[in-house]
C-alpha cells in the first residue's frame, strides 16, 4: 500500500504534466530553448537558419521547420550545416503538447597567425600601423598580438585578408583554416607612390550668400601617402583670388572648403572659377624623387542660385498658403517632416469642425535648373467628437513647378498638381483633392519677398474652384519667416467662401543641413473658426 503512494502521484505528473528529455552533446549553447505550447508535434527553429534536420536517420526537411503529424515517442535528432558544428539532441513528444526547439549553431572556427612585413628597401621612418581586413573594407578582423605576430579566430574555410595602411599598397591574401587548429601565414607590404585620386567636389555652381556649407563648394579627395599641397582658386582670366596651404596628410580621406572669397574676405563676383589643387610626397616617406601631382575642377558663383527651405502645404513649394515662384537650384533637395494639431472642417461635412493631427513626409528637389519636383504623404488621425468616433485617412500629393522669369527683383512660375486621398485623407490645409494649375508670381525687395498666386483646381466638375492667395517672406542666412493668406471660392455649389491665414518660421543654422520650423495660423468658413500649429523638422541640401 506504501509503495502505491508513491507510485500513483509519478504516473500521474507522467501523464498529465509531460517534460521534455533532452540528451545533447558537449557543445550545448546556453541560448538553445525548448519551450511546450498547446497543440501536438514538433518545431524546430535554428540560429541561422537553413539547417538540415535529421530524425531517426532520415533527412526530414531544413530549418525553420514543423512537423504536425509525429506521434507520441522518443526521437533522435541532428542538425547540419556547412561551416556549423553538428548539433545532436533528443527529445519526447507527447500527445498533449508541442515542443518548440530554438537551437544556435555553432560555428566551426579555426586561427591564423600573421606576420606583417615590410619590404626590405622600404622608408624606415614610414610607419607601418597596418589593420587587417576580413573579405572587404567593411569587416575589420578581431586581432591579438603574441610575440609579435597577429593571432586571428576565423570561420574555418578559405578566408581573404586584406592588410592596409596609410602610406603603403594594400596587400592581400587567402589562406584555408581549418578547424582547431592554426594556419601561419605572411603579408609583405611595400610603400605606395605619392597620388592624388578620387577627387570630386559637393557643389559646381553654389551662392556664397547661402547658409552654412549651403553657401560654400566643398573639394574633397585621397591620397595614397603622406605628403603636403596647396590649394587655389583661378577667375576667368587665370589671376589668383585665393590661395591656401593645406595640413600635412596623415591619412587617405581630405577635403578642403570654400566659401567664394579672395584672400582677403571679400566676397568675388559672379563667374566660373578653376580650383587648383596641387600636392606631393615627402621625400623621407619615399623611395623614388617625389613629383608634384596636380589636379583642376571648375565651379561657379551664382547669386541667384539662393538654397532656403520652403513649405509643401499647398501641393507646391512656397509659403503654407501661397505657392512661390522660386525653386531650388539644380541637385538639390529638401526632405522634412512635420507634426499638426488643429480644429479642422470635419471630412465632407463643411457644417462641423473637428480635432485632427495630421503627419506629413514632403519632399523636393531640382532634377535640372529651373524645374522642380515635390512630393507628399500625408496621414490624418482625426478625432470626431461629434458622432463620438475616431478615424484615420491617408493621401499623397505631387507637383511640378518651372521657373519661367528669373530677373531680379521680379520672378515668375508656372506649376501643376495632383491630390489624390481616401476617406479622411485629404490633407486639412490644402486646396482640396484633384488637379491644380498655378502661377506665383513675387517681387523682392531688399530681404523681403512679395507674393501673389492665383490658382485653379477640378475635383469633380468641369468648372474648376477658384483660389486666391498672397504673402510676405523675410530671408535671411540661416532663418526665413512669412505670412501668408488664402481664399477658395468654389462657383459650382453653394459652398461659402473659405479664408485661411498662418504664419511661419524656418530656422537653419549653421553648420548642420537641419531644418526646423514653427506654423501657426486660423481659418474660418461662414460661422465656422478653427485654428492649427505645428512643428516641422527636415533637411536642406
Given at each position: 500500500?506504501?509503495?502505491m503512494?508513491?507510485?500513483?502521484?509519478?504516473?500521474?505528473?507522467?501523464?498529465?504534466?509531460?517534460s521534455?528529455?533532452?540528451?545533447?552533446?558537449?557543445s550545448d549553447i546556453?541560448?538553445?530553448?525548448?519551450?511546450?505550447?498547446a497543440?501536438t508535434?514538433?518545431?524546430?527553429?535554428?540560429?541561422?537558419?537553413g539547417?538540415?534536420?535529421?530524425?531517426?536517420g532520415m533527412?526530414?526537411?531544413r530549418?525553420?521547420?514543423?512537423f504536425?503529424?509525429?506521434?507520441?515517442?522518443i526521437?533522435h535528432?541532428r542538425?547540419?550545416?556547412?561551416?556549423?558544428?553538428?548539433?545532436?539532441f533528443?527529445?519526447t513528444l507527447?500527445?498533449?503538447?508541442?515542443?518548440v526547439v530554438?537551437?544556435?549553431?555553432e560555428?566551426?572556427?579555426?586561427?591564423?597567425?600573421i606576420?606583417?612585413?615590410?619590404?626590405p628597401?622600404?622608408?624606415?621612418?614610414?610607419?607601418?600601423?597596418?589593420k587587417?581586413f576580413l573579405n572587404?573594407?567593411t569587416?575589420e578582423?578581431?586581432?591579438?598580438?603574441i610575440?609579435g605576430?597577429t593571432?586571428?579566430?576565423?570561420?574555418?574555410g578559405f578566408?581573404t585578408?586584406?592588410?592596409r595602411?596609410f602610406?603603403?599598397?594594400?596587400?592581400?591574401?587567402?589562406?584555408?583554416?581549418?578547424?582547431n587548429?592554426t594556419?601561419?601565414?605572411?603579408?609583405?607590404?611595400?610603400?605606395?607612390?605619392?597620388?592624388?585620386?578620387?577627387t570630386?567636389h559637393t557643389?559646381?555652381?553654389f551662392n556664397?550668400m547661402?547658409?552654412?556649407?549651403?553657401g560654400?563648394?566643398?573639394?574633397r579627395?585621397?591620397?595614397?601617402?603622406?605628403?603636403?599641397?596647396s590649394?587655389?582658386?583661378?577667375?576667368d582670366?587665370?589671376?589668383?583670388?585665393f590661395?591656401?596651404s593645406?595640413?600635412?596628410f596623415?591619412t587617405?580621406?581630405?577635403?578642403?572648403?570654400?566659401?567664394g572669397?579672395?584672400?582677403?574676405?571679400n566676397?568675388?563676383?559672379?563667374?566660373?572659377?578653376t580650383i587648383?589643387?596641387?600636392?606631393?610626397?615627402?621625400?623621407?616617406f619615399?623611395l623614388?624623387p617625389?613629383?608634384?601631382?596636380?589636379?583642376k575642377?571648375?565651379?561657379?558663383?551664382n547669386y541667384s542660385?539662393?538654397?532656403f527651405?520652403?513649405?509643401?502645404?499647398?501641393?507646391?513649394?512656397g509659403?503654407t498658403?501661397?505657392?512661390?515662384?522660386?525653386?531650388?537650384?539644380?541637385?538639390?533637395?529638401?526632405?522634412d517632416?512635420?507634426f499638426?494639431f488643429?480644429?479642422?472642417n470635419?471630412?465632407?461635412?463643411?457644417?462641423?469642425?473637428?480635432?485632427?493631427?495630421?503627419?506629413?513626409?514632403?519632399?523636393r528637389g531640382?532634377?535640372i535648373n529651373?524645374?522642380?519636383?515635390?512630393?507628399?504623404?500625408n496621414?490624418n488621425?482625426?478625432f470626431?467628437s461629434k458622432v463620438?468616433?475616431s478615424?484615420?485617412?491617408?493621401?499623397?500629393?505631387?507637383?511640378?513647378?518651372?521657373?519661367?522669369?528669373d530677373?531680379?527683383p521680379?520672378?515668375f512660375?508656372?506649376?501643376?498638381?495632383?491630390?489624390w486621398?481616401?476617406e479622411?485623407g485629404?490633407?486639412p490645409?490644402?486646396?482640396?483633392?484633384g488637379?491644380?494649375?498655378?502661377?506665383p508670381?513675387?517681387?523682392?525687395?531688399?530681404?523681403?519677398?512679395?507674393?501673389?498666386?492665383?490658382?485653379?483646381?477640378?475635383s469633380?466638375?468641369?468648372v474648376?474652384?477658384l483660389?486666391?492667395?498672397?504673402?510676405a517672406?523675410?530671408l535671411?542666412n540661416?532663418?526665413?519667416?512669412?505670412?501668408?493668406?488664402?481664399?477658395?471660392?468654389?462657383?459650382?455649389?453653394?459652398?461659402?467662401?473659405?479664408?485661411?491665414a498662418g504664419?511661419?518660421?524656418?530656422?537653419?543654422p549653421p553648420p548642420?543641413n537641419?531644418?526646423?520650423?514653427?506654423?501657426?495660423?486660423?481659418?474660418?468658413?461662414?460661422q465656422?473658426?478653427?485654428?492649427?500649429?505645428?512643428?516641422?523638422?527636415?533637411?536642406?541640401?
Amino acid at each position: 500500500m506504501a509503495k502505491m503512494r508513491f507510485l500513483l502521484p509519478a504516473i500521474f505528473l507522467f501523464i498529465f504534466l509531460p517534460s521534455v528529455l533532452l540528451a545533447r552533446n558537449s557543445s550545448d549553447i546556453v541560448f538553445d530553448s525548448f519551450e511546450e505550447t498547446a497543440g501536438t508535434g514538433l518545431t524546430i527553429y535554428t540560429n541561422p537558419a537553413g539547417a538540415d534536420v535529421i530524425i531517426d536517420g532520415m533527412e526530414m526537411g531544413r530549418t525553420p521547420v514543423s512537423f504536425n503529424h509525429l506521434t507520441q515517442g522518443i526521437f533522435h535528432i541532428r542538425l547540419k550545416k556547412e561551416g556549423y558544428k553538428d548539433r545532436v539532441f533528443t527529445v519526447t513528444l507527447f500527445n498533449t503538447s508541442r515542443l518548440v526547439v530554438s537551437i544556435v549553431m555553432e560555428e566551426e572556427r579555426g586561427f591564423a597567425r600573421i606576420s606583417i612585413q615590410r619590404t626590405p628597401e622600404s622608408p624606415q621612418r614610414l610607419p607601418l600601423n597596418p589593420k587587417l581586413f576580413l573579405n572587404t573594407f567593411t569587416e575589420e578582423a578581431a586581432v591579438t598580438s603574441i610575440d609579435g605576430k597577429t593571432l586571428l579566430d576565423l570561420p574555418a574555410g578559405f578566408n581573404t585578408l586584406i592588410a592596409r595602411s596609410f602610406g603603403w599598397v594594400d596587400e592581400s591574401i587567402s589562406i584555408l583554416v581549418k578547424e582547431n587548429s592554426t594556419t601561419e601565414a605572411e603579408i609583405i607590404m611595400r610603400p605606395a607612390q605619392f597620388n592624388i585620386i578620387n577627387t570630386s567636389h559637393t557643389r559646381r555652381k553654389f551662392n556664397p550668400m547661402n547658409s552654412s556649407n549651403l553657401g560654400v563648394t566643398e573639394i574633397r579627395f585621397d591620397v595614397t601617402s603622406p605628403g603636403s599641397g596647396s590649394i587655389s582658386i583661378l577667375d576667368d582670366n587665370g589671376t589668383v583670388v585665393f590661395k591656401r596651404s593645406l595640413r600635412n596628410f596623415d591619412t587617405w580621406n581630405q577635403y578642403v572648403t570654400w566659401n567664394g572669397r579672395d584672400s582677403l574676405g571679400n566676397m568675388l563676383p559672379e563667374g566660373k572659377y578653376t580650383i587648383v589643387l596641387e600636392a606631393s610626397g615627402l621625400q623621407e616617406f619615399s623611395l623614388e624623387p617625389v613629383n608634384i601631382v596636380s589636379i583642376k575642377l571648375e565651379t561657379e558663383i551664382n547669386y541667384s542660385a539662393n538654397i532656403f527651405p520652403l513649405s509643401l502645404e499647398s501641393g507646391i513649394s512656397g509659403l503654407t498658403f501661397s505657392p512661390m515662384p522660386q525653386v531650388l537650384p539644380a541637385n538639390s533637395f529638401q526632405i522634412d517632416a512635420s507634426f499638426n494639431f488643429g480644429s479642422y472642417n470635419v471630412p465632407d461635412n463643411t457644417q462641423n469642425t473637428c480635432l485632427a493631427l495630421p503627419f506629413v513626409i514632403d519632399v523636393r528637389g531640382a532634377p535640372i535648373n529651373r524645374m522642380e519636383l515635390a512630393a507628399s504623404l500625408n496621414i490624418n488621425s482625426y478625432f470626431l467628437s461629434k458622432v463620438q468616433k475616431s478615424t484615420v485617412g491617408w493621401g499623397i500629393t505631387g507637383s511640378v513647378k518651372y521657373k519661367v522669369v528669373d530677373n531680379n527683383p521680379f520672378s515668375f512660375a508656372i506649376g501643376a498638381s495632383y491630390a489624390w486621398a481616401k476617406e479622411y485623407g485629404e490633407l486639412p490645409l490644402s486646396m482640396g483633392k484633384g488637379l491644380g494649375l498655378y502661377t506665383p508670381l513675387s517681387l523682392k525687395l531688399t530681404d523681403f519677398l512679395i507674393i501673389f498666386s492665383p490658382a485653379f483646381l477640378w475635383s469633380q466638375n468641369f468648372v474648376p474652384s477658384l483660389h486666391f492667395s498672397a504673402g510676405a517672406l523675410y530671408l535671411s542666412n540661416s532663418i526665413n519667416a512669412g505670412i501668408s493668406v488664402r481664399c477658395d471660392l468654389n462657383l459650382t455649389d453653394n459652398t461659402p467662401l473659405k479664408i485661411l491665414a498662418g504664419a511661419e518660421v524656418n530656422l537653419f543654422p549653421p553648420p548642420s543641413n537641419f531644418v526646423f520650423s514653427f506654423m501657426a495660423g486660423m481659418w474660418t468658413q461662414k460661422q465656422l473658426l478653427g485654428w492649427y500649429g505645428g512643428l516641422k523638422v527636415g533637411i536642406i541640401n
